[in-house]
């Protein structure tokens, strides 16, 4: 009471001030006790640690089956070119129609070459009745031998130059090399072609062939001449042959190409079609896991997290290896280990966990 008889005995200023006091005292023991709150529940935090669910797994050996993408590619594709001078004179196979090895596909005109033809002919007869007549005067000494020599000379020249009509008689008849189709015509009749043009395209689709390339981590399982399942955008499937495993990566994507054959006697598979490749390959130790315990790195490869023996969480990379209605068989984890089954979205490579049992009924 006395201080309040005090207080009210000051005037307007020292009341004022002692007012003003009191407020920012009042703010300072109110920030200070904030800032402890604040220290409390960060500590408390931080003693928190993430509780995951896991469940414990031993890799078995297990057949194994490579899941790729390839795309069908004609066998043979061949471009026919002019290997002569000469105007379009006749077209016998057209475009899309089968043909036959040695089928005749173009006829060029022959010009002028019959009559070369006859006069080279011509010319290899005179020169082989001089060297005949040469050879025998040497014989007898009433030659020397530079002439004898030269009149050789001249006739091998001439059927060289025969040959070579001979030849260019047989580059105006355009014939296919292998059996196949006509996948394309560059030319119509009364075109003029030079050497080097190209004429038209033969492809041959029978075997088919599947481009694909396929990962480091896997191409050492692959054996040639195994065979596979190749499946078409439309739903059809065939068996094909892996017939070609490069032994060079490439060196931007690490992958190396392989290549695999399939009948097409009926021509029923075109070349550029995608294709879903499964592949078997050598057996190997494998996990079985469910596909919502996969994760993705930094990189974008995919892998699945694990739990060590300190509970640290381990991201490891794996390759599927084969699916099947329980799951999927990957393969890339340590032999034994435990794996991550709820809550490896919320936790990260290297970080403290609590690993709780899949069998129980909380986490």
Same mark, same amino acid.
């Given at each position: 009471?006395?201080?309040?008889?005090?207080?009210?005995?000051l005037?307007?200023?020292?009341?004022?001030?002692?007012?003003?006091?009191?407020?920012?005292?009042?703010?300072m023991?109110?920030?200070?006790?904030?800032?402890?709150?604040?220290e409390?529940?960060?500590?408390?935090?931080?003693?928190?640690?993430?509780?995951?669910?896991?469940?414990?797994?031993? #890799?078995? @050996?297990t057949?194994?089956?490579?899941?790729?993408?390839? /795309?069908?590619?004609?066998? %043979?594709? &061949?471009?026919? !070119? *002019?290997?002569?001078?000469?105007t379009?004179?006749?077209?016998?196979k057209?475009?899309?129609?089968?043909?036959k090895?040695?089928?005749?596909?173009i006829?060029?005109?022959?010009d002028?070459?019959?009559s070369k033809l006859?006069?080279?002919k011509?010319?290899?007869?005179?020169?082989?009745i001089?060297?005949?007549?040469?050879?025998?005067?040497?014989?007898?000494?009433?030659?020397?031998?530079?002439?004898?020599a030269?009149?050789? #000379?001249? @006739?091998?020249?001439a059927?060289?130059?025969?040959?070579? /009509?001979k030849?260019?008689? %047989?580059? &105006?008849?355009? !014939? *296919?090399p292998f059996?196949?189709?006509?996948?394309?015509?560059?030319?119509?009749?009364?075109?003029?072609?030079?050497?080097?043009?190209?004429?038209?395209?033969?492809?041959?689709?029978?075997?088919i062939?599947?481009?694909?390339?396929?990962s480091?981590?896997n191409v050492?399982?692959?054996?040639?001449?195994?065979?596979?399942?190749?499946?078409?955008?439309?739903?059809?499937?065939?068996?094909a042959?892996?017939?070609?495993?490069?032994?060079?990566?490439?060196?931007?994507?690490?992958?190396?190409?392989?290549?695999?054959?399939?009948?097409?006697?009926?021509?029923?598979?075109?070349?550029?079609?995608t294709?879903?490749?499964?592949?078997?390959?050598?057996?190997?130790?494998?996990?079985?896991?469910s596909?919502a315990?996969?994760?993705?790195?930094?990189?974008?490869?995919?892998?699945?997290?694990?739990?060590?023996?300190?509970?640290?969480?381990?991201?490891?990379?794996?390759s599927?290896?084969?699916?099947?209605?329980?799951?999927?068989?990957?393969a890339?984890?340590?032999?034994?280990?435990?794996?991550i089954?709820?809550?490896?979205?919320?936790?990260?490579?290297?970080?403290?966990?609590?690993?709780?049992?899949?069998?129980?009924?909380?986490?």
């Amino acid at each position: 009471m006395n201080l309040f008889k005090h207080f009210k005995r000051l005037n307007f200023a020292q009341k004022t001030s002692i007012i003003l006091f009191m407020i920012v005292f009042l703010w300072m023991i109110s920030g200070v006790a904030k800032e402890n709150k604040g220290e409390d529940m960060a500590m408390n935090n931080q003693n928190q640690i993430q509780k995951v669910r896991v469940k414990h797994s031993i #890799a078995k @050996l297990t057949p194994s089956e490579v899941i790729i993408k390839g /795309i069908t590619v004609a066998d %043979k594709n &061949v471009e026919l !070119k *002019a290997e002569t001078t000469a105007t379009v004179e006749k077209i016998v196979k057209q475009k899309g129609q089968r043909v036959k090895k040695g089928d005749l596909l173009i006829k060029l005109s022959d010009d002028d070459r019959y009559s070369k033809l006859q006069k080279a002919k011509s010319l290899v007869e005179q020169k082989t009745i001089q060297y005949k007549a040469s050879k025998d005067l040497a014989e007898q000494g009433y030659n020397s031998k530079v002439r004898l020599a030269e009149a050789e #000379a001249e @006739l091998e020249s001439a059927k060289a130059q025969l040959a070579e /009509i001979k030849l260019d008689i %047989k580059r &105006v008849s355009i !014939k *296919a090399p292998f059996d196949g189709f006509l996948d394309d015509r560059d030319v119509s009749i009364g075109d003029y072609v030079e050497k080097g043009r190209t004429l038209t395209r033969i492809v041959d689709l029978d075997p088919i062939k599947i481009e694909a390339e396929i990962s480091e981590f896997n191409v050492g399982y692959l054996t040639k001449g195994s065979k596979a399942e190749i499946s078409l955008l439309s739903g059809k499937k065939f068996e094909a042959e892996l017939t070609f495993i490069s032994s060079i990566a490439n060196s931007k994507t690490r992958t190396f190409n392989i290549e695999l054959k399939a009948d097409n006697k009926n021509y029923e598979i075109s070349e550029g079609l995608t294709t879903e490749i499964v592949l078997n390959s050598k057996a190997r130790y494998a996990h079985l896991v469910s596909p919502a315990t996969l994760a993705l790195d930094s990189n974008g490869e995919i892998g699945i997290k694990c739990v060590d023996s300190e509970g640290i969480v381990k991201f490891y990379n794996v390759s599927i290896i084969k699916q099947t209605n329980d799951g999927l068989w990957v393969a890339g984890l340590p032999n034994e280990t435990t794996i991550i089954t709820v809550g490896q979205d919320f936790v990260s490579d290297g970080q403290k966990v609590i690993p709780v049992d899949e069998k129980e009924q909380t986490i």
